[in-house]
């Protein structure tokens, strides 16, 4: 029995027990940019007052552009083929999503924390370890940024 519709995701009560049904429109075309690497995908997806937390710029970066030039800076930098979601949790508007992949021959592990309003993301923090690998981001993204 069909218990409660909210955006982009269906709950639905059997026993008294709450089901989730399917992933959250936002975080499926978040993958789907991953996947693709259309940039253009940025566009219709990031809120105007959106903030970008890097994991080595200490200062929130705000607002839809430099967001979005951080996020594509990064999909060149990451989506080199080896980089993969390993878990994710989603609750209400927000999302953790973990990921790994290998750059150069370091290994990144981080997580990406998603935060969204009216089908938008407004918050996107990233979190990266070991060091080496975050040391190794910092110079592979700067070199992309110089440029841009």
């Not at 566009?43 to 970066?61: C, G, K, M, R, W």
Request: glycine content about 4%.
């Amino acid at each position: 029995m069909l218990r409660q519709v909210k955006i982009n995701s269906i709950l639905i009560t059997l026993n008294n027990n709450l089901i989730f049904l399917g992933l959250n429109m936002i975080i499926e075309k978040w993958h789907n940019f991953v996947k693709t690497k259309d940039k253009s995908i940025l566009d219709n997806l990031i809120a105007e007052n959106a903030i970008f937390y890097s994991p080595v710029v200490h200062t929130p970066q705000k607002g839809s552009i430099i967001t979005k030039i951080y996020l594509k800076a990064a999909s060149e930098v990451l989506f080199n083929g080896t980089f993969n979601y390993i878990n994710e949790i989603s609750q209400g508007n927000k999302a953790i999503c973990e990921f790994e992949c290998q750059l150069d021959d370091i290994y990144i592990n981080g997580i990406d924390i998603i935060s969204w309003k009216d089908n938008k993301i407004t918050s996107f923090k990233v979190m990266v370890r070991p060091l080496k690998g975050i040391l190794l981001l910092k110079e592979k993204m700067a070199n992309i940024l110089l440029k841009k």
